[in-house]
């Protein structure tokens, strides 16, 4: 004779069996529709150089998402520690690091400070849709974008420098 009755058995492995299910969708990977993909979202790998006395070198891995006129670009560690996020719009910018918070007057003063050079934002984002557009003393090298891969060099006015970056597939 059974402890259980079979009414209680076949409520449990009802349970189980909605459970199961429940697990099962939990760990399906539902994909996004490429039409449905968020077209101003780039992540990767950013390397910056710069020829100024002292030379600086930065890199980070990234992700960008927006326009010249509105965006945020986070920077994180290889680790992925938190290294600053830089949000814009048409009226103002800020960065933001685990220490501070400074705000600028423009996105074009706050990748001055945050870059020690300019940086052609508008054309960054020109570049990264495989538009090979420059702006005045830039150098663009789209060769290898279909790989992911950008390279732009500063060639003047102020110092040189070097922006390398390394798109994730996606």
């Known amino acids: 004779m059974t402890l259980l009755g079979a009414g209680f058995r076949d409520t449990v492995a009802l349970w189980l069996a909605i459970c199961g299910l429940c697990l099962l969708g939990a760990c399906a990977n539902f994909n996004t529709p490429p039409d449905k993909v968020r077209p101003n979202l780039w992540q990767g790998r ?3 150089n710069i020829a100024s006395v002292p030379a600086q070198a930065f890199s980070a891995n990234f992700a960008l998402e927006g326009s010249a006129t509105e965006g945020v670009l986070a920077l994180t560690s290889i680790l992925g520690t938190r290294v600053a996020t830089l949000r814009w719009d048409a009226q103002a910018a800020t960065l933001q690091t685990p220490q501070e918070r400074l705000s600028f007057e423009s996105v074009d003063a706050m990748l001055s400070h ?16 495989g538009d090979a557009t420059t702006a005045p003393g830039w150098e663009v090298d789209l060769r290898d ?26």
């Open 46 to 48: 950013l390397a910056v």
């Open 114 to 129: 945050s870059l020690g050079a300019p940086l052609p934002l508008a054309m960054l984002f020109g570049w990264l849709q």
């Open 145 to 170: 974008l279909s790989a992911g891969r950008i390279r732009a060099r500063r060639l003047s006015p102020d110092a040189a420098a070097e922006i390398k970056i390394i798109l994730e597939p996606g």
